[in-house]
Structures are given as structure tokens and as C-alpha cells.
DNA sequence: TCACATTTGTCCGTATGTATC
DNA sequence: AGATACATACGGACAAATGTG
């Protein structure tokens, strides 16, 4: 005999209203691209003042539901934009219980040997083209003597999508956000994003030809090389002030 | 060349005020238990209108870093609920991107082998006692003719736990969350459970024994039979009209 | 370039509900 | 029961942004 008792919290008003239109969009009756009424219309329609319509939008908009801008012919319209979101939040969590390196690099191996394993059994024309030309333009940066990180962060969200698993493409994305995080504490380094682009390639070439135990052993020098330089480097991993 | 110029958004006030409060919780200045002054304090302090306040509290508050309670001796405190928080919304997320089964459990597959493998080698006396019992509890349920739904469920998160990679733990919460609310959809079915608890049992053995192939094939056998069922059952997963 | 309308952003004052002492 | 301190909610007002004529 389980939850015979439901918990009596009364929802406060804004959360009403913000579940409320959740619930349309999840349903599908509003949808990404349709335009809500404006706050003062919405209020009216539910009887509520403006700064509790404010309160739910601001949920909806964090939340990625809906997107808010200013001025004539502004207002919010329904997105599609959680996924995105989402990452970001748990990010926040991550730093906040202070993950460290080794927990991060064992979860990005285990995540994207996952995505590889798929994505050579399910990537199309369209999704090899995709990667080539995403080498391409990482070693034609590269030969200019440019930084190439966010296109070489790019190939692995391409790997995630040639997987055909949202899944994937949500763990991969948090994974890449912590990644850039990283990245963003540490000075620029040419060497490491040169190292990159010719493992990316490797890789991609094993994954044409279907080589699975080739690809993983790739991916996982790879992996394994980049956490090691950031270990080198004493990088202090998803935290700010170094405690 | 890539990212020279940068975009350009002005904050809004309520966004540089939730910000501000959040750097201060991410860097430990306010920690989890702390005390927000009231609302009308924070406004007077940040010179903005309590408006503001509330819509930045509102932001912390679905993000987890705060919870807020009423009356008197209440306010704002300082709280660790991210994690738990971002599962719901990466449920939403995926609701939101109609993730079907497939998707669903091949990553289920991928997560909980890699969680498995770093639990054998990591549990420690404890989690192999926890892991005990929670078997035990759900084989007493079961002889009693009762549902042990939730307490199969948890198994896996305390699984994750013993994996001592909090990355692991917060994609399982994810992944359970979803498990759940398939769960939900459906009456309750007692034969999976009794088989469940029994998968359990056996994959902890082979976890004890620290076999490793034993252990994965016991998981995938489990994980693939929990599938089948709901695919047999023709349950539209994670959509809300069956559209 | 200059109004103008619309909508969000922000602030204030006030009243109510709620939980604790 | 009453006082207190706080969140919750409402309505009004003005500022700022943004597209239109």
C-alpha cells in the first residue's frame, strides 16, 4: 500500500498559470513559433495581476518554453529551446557538487564511446559530410595558425547527432558544456587543438569504414590525452575560487 | 576566425541580481542552510524594486539554489537542490523532443553498464550492505504479494552511488526519472516486478563476485526484458496524447 | 528624422495569507 | 488569541525598447 495520502501543498498562483501553459505546449496545443498573448492579456485571461503572469513567464523562460522579448511586437513565443536549457542547469549542478576531473573524463569516455558505437551504425551521407567538412575547416584554421576549439568541440555534437538518439545528443551536450567550461579557465593552447584535429580525423576515417575496434581505441587516446593535459596544467575543474 | 565580436545582450536587472546571489552560492560565500535577508532587504541592498527580487528568486528557486517558505521566520535559504531539480527539467526536455523507447533504452543500456563497471570496482561494505537490503526489502514485498515498484528503482540509483562518479549519478537520476514516468502511464504490473527484484539479486551476486562479464549480461538480459515488456504493452512513451 | 503604439521592464503602495512566537 | 514578520498578490504608474507610419 503506497502513496494512499497525496501531499496537500496548495500551488501558488504563478505556478498555476506557468503549469498551466506548460501543459499546452507539452500537449502541443500551443507550439515552438506561436506568439502568447501579452502579459496583460494573459493576466486578464486568468484572473491573475501582471506580476504573477511575470513570475510564471520567467519560470517558462528559463525552463526553455518559451523565449521573451521587448518592445512593439514583442512578447513571448513558445520555443523549443529545453534541451538547450537544461544544459546549462546542469552544469550548475556539476559545479555546485564540485565534480572533479576523473569523475568528468570516465562519464564523457563512457557517453561518447556510446554516441560513436551508434553513429557508425546509423550516420548518412548527410552526417559524414557533415564531420569531413567540420575536419576540414579545423585543419584549414589550424594551417593559418588559428585556434580551432569550439569547431573542434563541434564534431563531437555532429557525432551525437549522426547517433539519431536525443539522449545521447542531451548527455553529449551537457558533457561539451562542462568541456568549454574547462576550456574557458585555461589560456588558449595551440598544441592541444592540433592534437585534436588529426585525432578527429583518424577517427572519422575508422568510422567510414565501419571499424569499430579501431574508432574506440582512437576515441579513447584521444579522451584520454586531453584530460591528461588539463591534469597537467593543475587545472581546477569546475570550481571558481579554487576551494 | 571565429568569435570576434561578442554578443552584446544587456542583462536585465532581475538577471544581474540572480546572477550576482548565484556566483556568491557557486563560490561557497553562501552555503547550503544560509539565510537570505527578505525580499524587501535584497531590493534595498541591490537599490531595485522587491519586483525584481522576486523574479530573480524565482530563477534560483527552479534552479534549485534556493527554497523559499512563507510566514513567519521564513524567507530564502541557501539550498544543494540542483541536482535534483534538472532531472525534472531534462524530463521536460525530452518530453518536450517526443523521445521514444528505442532512444530511451539503448542510453539506459549504455549508462547503467557503465555505472555496473565502476561499481564493481568501487563498492565498498556499505553500499554492498545497502544493496542487500534493498533487494531484501523488495523480496519481502514480493512474498507479501506487493508491489515493489519503487524500491526496484532505487536499486539503481543506489547502484550509481556506489559508482562514486556523481556525473553517473545525476544521468542515472535522469534516466530513472524517465523510467518512472513510464511507470506512471501504465497499471501496475506485478510479474515485472517479481522478475526485477530476481534480476537484482543475480547481478548483485555476479557484483559481489566481481565478475564482470556475468554482471553486465545479467544487466542487459534485465534492461532488455524491462523494454520488451512496455514495447509489448504499446505504451506511448514520454508523449502526452499519444500524438 | 520624428512621433506613435505596443509590449516588456521596473518601481511603488497596499492588502492579504500564512506560519511562528 | 493576538502580534509579528514574511511571502504572495494586486493595481497603478512610468521608463525603456522596438517596430510602424
Known amino acids: 500500500m503506497r502513496r494512499v495520502f497525496v501531499p496537500v501543498r496548495s500551488k501558488?498562483?504563478?505556478?498555476?498559470?506557468?503549469?498551466?501553459?506548460?501543459?499546452?505546449?507539452?500537449?502541443g496545443v500551443l507550439q515552438p513559433g506561436d506568439k502568447l498573448p501579452s502579459e496583460g492579456t494573459l493576466g486578464k485571461q486568468f484572473?491573475?495581476?501582471?506580476?504573477?503572469?511575470?513570475?510564471?513567464?520567467?519560470?517558462l523562460e528559463l525552463s526553455g518554453f518559451i523565449s521573451v522579448q521587448k518592445g512593439f511586437g514583442g512578447g513571448s513565443?513558445?520555443?523549443?529551446?529545453?534541451l538547450k536549457r537544461t544544459s546549462g542547469l546542469l552544469l550548475d549542478a556539476l559545479q555546485m557538487e564540485k565534480v572533479g576531473l576523473k569523475e568528468f573524463t570516465a562519464a564523457r569516455?563512457?557517453?561518447?564511446?556510446?554516441?560513436?558505437?551508434?553513429?557508425?551504425?546509423?550516420?548518412?551521407g548527410r552526417d559524414?559530410?557533415?564531420?569531413?567538412?567540420?575536419?576540414?575547416?579545423s585543419k584549414a584554421l589550424i594551417k593559418r595558425g588559428k585556434f580551432a576549439t569550439d569547431i573542434n568541440v563541434e564534431f563531437h555534437s555532429l557525432l551525437?547527432?549522426?547517433s539519431r538518439n536525443r539522449v545521447y545528443v542531451l548527455f553529449e551536450r551537457t558533457i561539451n558544456d562542462m568541456h568549454l567550461d574547462l576550456r574557458r579557465r585555461r589560456?588558449?593552447?595551440?598544441?592541444?587543438?592540433?592534437?585534436?584535429?588529426?585525432?578527429?580525423?583518424?577517427?572519422?576515417?575508422?568510422?567510414i569504414e565501419k571499424d569499430r575496434d579501431r574508432a574506440n581505441r582512437l576515441l579513447e587516446k584521444h579522451l584520454l590525452a586531453v584530460s591528461k593535459h588539463y591534469r597537467r596544467r593543475e587545472i581546477n575543474f569546475l570550481?571558481?575560487?579554487?576551494?
Open 12 to 27: 501558488r498562483t504563478f505556478e498555476e498559470v506557468s503549469s498551466q501553459i506548460k501543459k499546452l505546449i507539452l500537449d
Open 47 to 59: 484572473h491573475v495581476g501582471r506580476q504573477t503572469v511575470r513570475e510564471a513567464l520567467r519560470i
Open 77 to 82: 513565443v513558445v520555443r523549443n529551446n529545453v
Open 109 to 124: 569516455l563512457l557517453i561518447e564511446k556510446g554516441i560513436l558505437n551508434e553513429a557508425i551504425d546509423r550516420a548518412d
Open 128 to 137: 559524414i559530410r557533415d564531420l569531413q567538412r567540420n575536419v576540414a575547416e
Open 160 to 162: 551525437a547527432r549522426a
Open 187 to 207: 589560456s588558449p593552447n595551440f598544441a592541444i587543438d592540433q592534437a585534436a584535429v588529426q585525432a578527429h580525423e583518424e577517427i572519422l576515417d575508422a568510422l
Open 239 to 243: 570550481t571558481r575560487n579554487g576551494c
